[in-house]
């Protein structure tokens, strides 16, 4: 199996920063990128930063700039650095393993994580 966990995020003030950690664990030979997500009550969940294998990055327009995608100590974890946090920020913010190849050699499309959320606030 392979687990992807979120960590980080909770309450913060306009203008402040969050960061935000994720770890793939389980049994896998390899990930073809880890993107970070959000989705805000009443949205779509949207695709806002991303990091391939090769160390490409893709950041959403709302998020350039401001946020910051990048390894976390090792291969199968990735943090996100989230500054000038404004409210529309708020949302619940999940990791995702794209193209997970198992030891048994089996492509997962996509793992997810549970989530994380982050509130902006005064």
């Known amino acids: 199996q392979v687990h992807v966990v979120e960590s980080g995020g909770g309450l913060v003030q306009p203008g402040g920063s969050v960061r935000l950690s994720c770890k793939v664990s389980?049994?896998?030979?390899?990930?073809?990128?880890l993107g970070w997500y959000r989705q805000a009550p009443g949205n779509k969940r949207e695709n806002i930063a991303g990091?391939?294998?090769?160390?490409?990055?893709y950041y959403h327009d709302s998020v350039k700039g401001r946020f910051t995608i990048s390894r976390d100590g090792g291969e199968n974890t990735v943090a996100l650095r989230m500054n000038s946090l404004t409210p529309a920020d708020t949302a619940v913010y999940y990791c995702?393993?794209?193209?997970?190849?198992?030891?048994?050699?089996?492509?997962?499309?996509?793992?997810w994580g549970q989530g994380t959320l982050v509130t902006v606030t005064s």
């Open positions: 389980g049994s896998f030979r390899s990930i073809n990128a």
């Open positions: 995702n393993a794209n193209r997970v190849i198992t030891m048994d050699g089996h492509e997962l499309v996509e793992v």
């Open positions: 990091l391939t294998d090769g160390g490409s990055t």
